[in-house]
């Protein structure tokens, strides 16, 4: 919102308060922030955090308890900024703190390679293809935003020596230890270096950038439109949200796009004992479904009559009701008819627990009275439930994947 200039406008001062109070209460005392509120201090949270400060009023040794300076003091201690992991320096360039030649390459042409190759991002876990497909948006059109008085200053306080004479070059490869839950492999650094010296330089310079770079941008935002039309603009979460946003913005400030992912963003705040954050994109239907069985198994049905009622009219209204729009199969998304998501009917991407719970709730609330949990679902919805869990299931071992299954 920042780099946008909607902050004032989605972020009043109240919203803003809360923010901070929420990073004051989770920063560790050793000056950083975890991934998680109980997690160590990494040099990703606590670059990001100590920038979102300093975005939000802070001065550079503001913030409650000295929290600025503190978390500055554990950034210079553990190697300086320019040993933030892949997805700090992304941002980072994207705010104009770093230059973009810090990054590993992610060129959009990825995304225009046959799908019947290995590495490609039909194969990949829809949250890792979501979130680079952005990704790879924002680094092929190297966008920068604003350089504000603010992005200089910020440019002084986290680099160890001056912006013009850092060698940029060399940070691809950097990372703090603390970050570093396993060592790049050999080949790994490999082909990025390839990417990075004989790849790159191709695709950006005439004839090329005209023939596969531009034609590459539009492909990726064909995708990241139609993901966010298929999810209401809601993404399939909050990283994938933020970077969604951006790109709609870079192609088109004014446009209908960006307009619509505002509308969603109150969608993913989320305010608690300790402050406002933003959450992911909820689990309304998980805990509906598991709560369901709960009390039914409590052999009080009639004491809990209005709440099942509620409860069984949310889950019958949650259930998705029509398959991705169009081709979807090009656009490598799976059946979702008769499927349940994480959280709601908008969100739109299929869960193999979700909906084997949600189904299961249908049909122990099939078999008592009507008047006290309301009428049962339509047998054709059961059917396509029934349909959707049977084309997840394993081919080889006659099982359904664990945990979540997305396409």
Not at 153 to 171: A, C, G, H, I, S
Not at 296 to 324: C, M, W, Y
Not at 377 to 386: G, H, K, N, T
Request: aromatic content about 12%; overall charge negative; hydrophobic content about 40%.
């Amino acid at each position: 919102m920042y780099v946008t200039g909607h902050l004032d406008s989605i972020f009043p001062y109240e919203y803003r308060k809360e923010i901070l109070r929420y990073i004051y209460c989770h920063q560790n005392e050793d000056g950083g922030w975890g991934l998680h509120v109980e997690g160590h201090s990494i040099m990703f949270c606590t670059v990001l955090n100590y920038i979102c400060m300093r975005i939000l009023g802070e001065g550079p040794n503001g913030g409650k308890e000295d929290a600025c300076a503190r978390a500055r003091k554990w950034i210079h201690d553990h190697g300086g900024v320019t040993h933030v992991s892949s997805w700090g320096k992304i941002w980072l360039s994207v705010l104009g703190i770093f230059d973009w030649c810090a990054s590993n390459p992610m060129p959009p042409e990825f995304w225009m390679l046959p799908s019947f190759l290995l590495k490609h991002p039909a194969k990949m876990l829809c949250y890792c293809r979501l979130v680079y497909m952005p990704m790879s948006y924002l680094y092929g059109k190297r966008f920068v935003g604003p350089i504000t008085p603010l992005i200089l200053m910020l440019r002084e306080e986290l680099l160890t020596q001056p912006y013009e004479k850092v060698n940029w070059k060399k940070t691809r490869h950097l990372c703090a230890k603390e970050d570093l839950y396993y060592p790049h492999p050999l080949i790994q650094d490999l082909i990025w270096d390839s990417l990075y010296i004989f790849v790159e330089p191709l695709l950006t310079h005439w004839p090329f950038n005209k023939l596969l770079r531009e034609k590459a941008l539009q492909t990726v935002m064909k995708h990241i439109h139609y993901e966010d039309e298929n999810s209401r603009y809601i993404t399939i979460g909050c990283v994938e949200k933020v970077l969604c946003i951006l790109a709609c913005w870079v192609e088109d400030p004014n446009g209908d796009a960006f307009k619509k992912h505002l509308a969603r963003l109150p969608d993913y705040l989320w305010v608690s004992e300790d402050g406002m954050t933003l959450h992911s994109f909820g689990s309304q239907t998980w805990d509906a479904s598991l709560i369901i069985q709960a009390l039914l198994a409590t052999n009080l049905i009639e004491d809990v009559g209005p709440i099942l009622t509620k409860a069984h009219e949310f889950i019958k209204k949650s259930q998705v009701r029509d398959n991705p729009s169009g081709d979807f199969k090009s656009m490598y998304r799976h059946i979702s008819k008769g499927s349940w998501t994480f959280s709601d009917k908008d969100h739109g991407w299929q869960v193999s627990d979700c909906t084997a719970e949600s189904l299961k709730c249908c049909l122990l609330l099939s078999m008592l009275p009507p008047e006290i949990v309301g009428e049962k679902m339509e047998p054709e919805m059961l059917y396509d439930s029934v349909n959707i869990l049977l084309s997840l299931q394993a081919s080889t071992l006659l099982s359904f994947h664990s945990f979540v299954c997305f396409f």
